[in-house]
């Protein structure tokens, strides 16, 4: 396979998954004062799934909201309106000495927390941690090839690698990477698995509780290292898991704000003059996943019919009522030193075309009519809580080209459960925006890593994945996933 074949392989649908949008994340919130105010206490309303706060296992996006208020990594990202840049955080240095050695210098006097000091003892010990075969974390696939830590002196650390590693900055940004956000050693040994009920971390906000179904309270940590910050006494975030509450609270003014609102209420919210909208593509993409390792979707065909059948522009305008733009690949918006502006133009990656669709099926080994099972979460709120919408949106299309999907609404953990062991023909999915190519496509789809649900399994597709990894040049690297 060639250097554009990455680019190729996932135009075609050759692989698992047909993407249909990149969606808008959208904050609202009552009109605010000119200038900010010091004290009290935040309420928000968070129809997103919360699933863990310990950020080594998690991979929620209303999870990595919060847990980006209560922990610190290594580095943060830092955005100037045009390029992600990476800069230091709990470091306040970094430097390489050679193309597989990192060295950061640690901010001194940081305290987790319980008063533990976060230097570099405890910086290897969490890093080590997400590594840790035991341990089991998702995000051990971000330190595959991390050969060592030493500490340098109590400030310092040196991270060694068995080769060059461009992810690197990405896995450090704290809970946007999460392998890199560092936890208090104290509090894991202390709590165990529950730990995850009970963080620790570095960051502007302390836990206060967690009330099952109801609500999460953070507290100011008034000895954070950045002067000055953060304003609020508080916050306190109402789990509400139906959306129509979530907007009456808005409404009504019982919440100061919310994580994520549905589509279909941003003209009703945008009309209230009380509150302010604020929205952007961010990144987060959805798609449909098909199990390679069963029938039908284990013939390429199938899966290229799948992709070609989807009308992306109908799933944009119906099932998030304009808030999102076509997905024509997996590299979004957020990734700016990847993403192409213009493949809406250029003809490349994942597009609808029935004429081909209807070609692809033809071709496949499965002729007449199919009916694979297709598990949708019941309430998912992840994709603006089109998830249900958009899997209704999908059946027509589908059915011009000979598949008619059996939908199955499930709950939540049931779906998840039922995602995570295979048992499934076709799934319905969003992802979290992510600021490299890597962080979602190499979980999700080298051979045997922890997300690739669909057990997509191609060895030229891996070695051009890991080669991606290995370059340091992003030019370079942007010519491998084009």
Known sequence: MNRRGFMKLMGSGAGLAAGSAIMGSTLVQNAMAAAPRRGGTIKLAWVDAVD??????TASLGSVKILNNIFNGLLKVAYDGKKVSFVPDLAETWEMPDDKTHV????????FHNGDPCDAAAVKWSLDRVKDPAVSSPHAWKFETLAGIDIVDESTIRMRFSKPYAFLPVALTGSTGRAGTIVSKRAVEQH??????????????K??????????????????????????DGVKILLIKEPTAAVAAMMSGQVYGMSLSPFQFIPQ??????????????????FVGMNNRRAPFDDPMMRKAVAAAIDRNTIVKQGYFGEAIPAYSCISPPMTGFYDKNIGN?????????????????????????????????????????????SQLLLPMLEKIGIKPK?????????????????????????IADLDPDETIYPEWHSGKPWNFVGYSNKEFDKLLSEAQDTLNQATRKKLYD
Do not use: C
Not at 365 to 384: D, H, L
Not at 413 to 418: L, M, Q
């Open 207 to 232: 836990f206060a509780g967690w009330r099952e179904n109801e609500s999460i309270t953070l507290e100011r940590n008034p000895d954070y290292f950045e002067p000055g910050l953060p304003y609020l």
């Open 104 to 111: 950061f210098t640690l901010r001194r006097g940081v305290k």
């Open 269 to 286: 919210l945008k009309a209230n003059k009380n509150l302010k909208v604020y929205g952007e593509v961010e990144g987060n993409y959805s």
């Open 407 to 431: 939908i199955e609404l499930l709950d939540r953990a049931v779906w998840t459960k039922r995602r995570n062991g295979g048992d499934f023909d076709m799934y319905d999915e969003a992802w």
């Open 192 to 205: 165990g698995k529950a730990f995850g009920r009970n963080p620790v971390g570095t960051g502007p906000f």
């Open 346 to 390: 250029s003809g490349r990656g994942q597009r609808f075309d029935l004429k081909k669709a209807m070609e692809y099926r033809k071709q496949s080994k499965y002729q007449g009519e199919v009916n694979p099972v297709y598990i949708v979460a019941q309430g998912f709120t992840g994709s603006g809580g089109s998830g249900t919408r958009n």
């Open 52 to 57: 863990t706060l310990d950020p080594h296992f």
